[in-house]
């Protein structure tokens, strides 16, 4: 008898995590489809994207990450760190958590870039300050909590910085032979269409 209630009390609990996640999911990894790649994504990929956005069937936003150094404007001090370059519209689901308690979307605009405490404590840095990334100059405009999708990509070598999607060029750090993860978050629009465009995607 303790054996069946042992098993049946572990099977109802298993059950209750598998719910919780497929409810969760979407905030999770931040978007209905994740398009995910270790090199530029493929021509006829973007084409079909692009044509899905223009029956407004899909939205969707760009994510590069990569690991690069962080210097400050005084003295020396540098820290190496995880860059997430991003588009407006990240997340699609989930909220980016600001120390400010601002809205993610109104404080990642060009020129500036949104930092994880550990950064700041590391290089003696506030929240004003500029600091160089690459060829660019980005002042720190706010202090990230929590990103929804972090526990999925939890592995980091160094603290999170946010970049705006306008301002990836000005870095010059992607080129031939980068070591970029590219990152492309799909909303679908009609959930009952979820399954059919993510098979046109992958058939593309």
Do not use: C, M, W
């Not at 550990?118 to 980005?138: C, E, M, Y």
């Not at 720190?140 to 990103?147: A, F, Q, T, Y």
Request: aromatic share 6%; no cysteine.
């Amino acid at each position: 008898v303790l054996s069946l209630v042992t098993l049946v009390s572990l099977s109802g609990f298993s059950q209750s995590v598998h719910s919780s996640f497929l409810k969760d999911a979407r905030q999770l990894h931040a978007a209905d489809i994740i398009i995910h790649s270790h090199s530029p994504l493929s021509e006829p990929l973007l084409r079909e994207l692009s044509g899905l956005e223009k029956q407004q069937a899909v939205a969707s936003a760009r994510i590069h990450e990569f690991y690069s150094i962080v210097r400050t404007f005084r003295g020396d001090d540098s820290l190496l760190s995880d860059l997430k370059i991003a588009d407006p519209g990240y997340p699609f689901y989930g909220t980016v958590q600001l120390a400010s308690g601002r809205p993610f979307n109104d404080v990642l605009t060009p020129g500036g870039i949104i930092v994880e405490q550990a950064l700041l404590d590391r290089i003696h840095l506030t929240t004003g300050d500029r600091v160089r990334i690459g060829k660019g100059s980005f002042t720190i405009r706010d202090v990230v909590v929590l990103e929804p999708d972090r526990p999925v990509n939890f592995f980091s070598l160094g603290p999170r910085v946010f970049i705006p999607g306008s301002d990836l060029s000005s870095l010059d750090l992607v080129g031939k032979g980068s070591r970029v993860n590219y990152t492309i978050l799909v909303k679908v629009t009609d959930q009952k269409d979820l399954d059919r465009i993510a098979l046109q995607l992958k058939a593309a």
